[in-house]
Nanobody
Framework: VQLQASGGGLVQAGESLRLSCTAS????????MNWYRQAPGKQRDLVAA???????NYSDSVKGRFTISRDNAKKSVYLQMNSLKPEDTAVYFC???????????????WGQGTQVTVSS
């Protein structure tokens, strides 16, 4: 199983970006799908989360600006980021809780990270 994240880049404050993360491999089910971010010298923090029933949660710092969504058929999760601020600058990571084919347990997989840089 592999997760491929994309969509990062360099933008100015106030602009938008859309991150994507797609899973591939022998997958029978994907449950939680999350986005995290890690700024230089800081810990990795949860930004947005969505469960298999579509429930979403956001950190206070992005609530109202970011929207997480998922497409189960495409095994993908997205993060629409609007009104970006310089403090949103970080490497963004996707994480999915996945059950592989012929397995009874679920495992967390991480994407490779995509850099988001917001200039003031």
């Amino acid at each position: 199983v592999q997760l491929q994240a994309s969509g990062g880049g360099l933008v100015q404050a106030g602009e938008s970006l859309r991150l994507s993360c797609t899973a591939s491999g022998d997958i029978s089910g994907i449950y939680d799908m999350n986005w995290y971010r890690q700024a230089p010298g800081k810990q990795r923090d949860l930004v947005a989360a969505t469960t298999s029933d579509g429930t979403t949660n956001y950190s206070d710092s992005v609530k109202g600006r970011f929207t997480i969504s998922r497409d189960n058929a495409k095994k993908s999760v997205y993060l629409q980021m609007n009104s970006l601020k310089p403090e949103d600058t970080a490497v963004y990571f996707c994480r999915m809780r996945i059950q592989r084919t012929m397995r009874t347990y679920k495992v967390d997989y991480w994407g490779q990270g995509t850099q988001v840089t917001v200039s003031s």
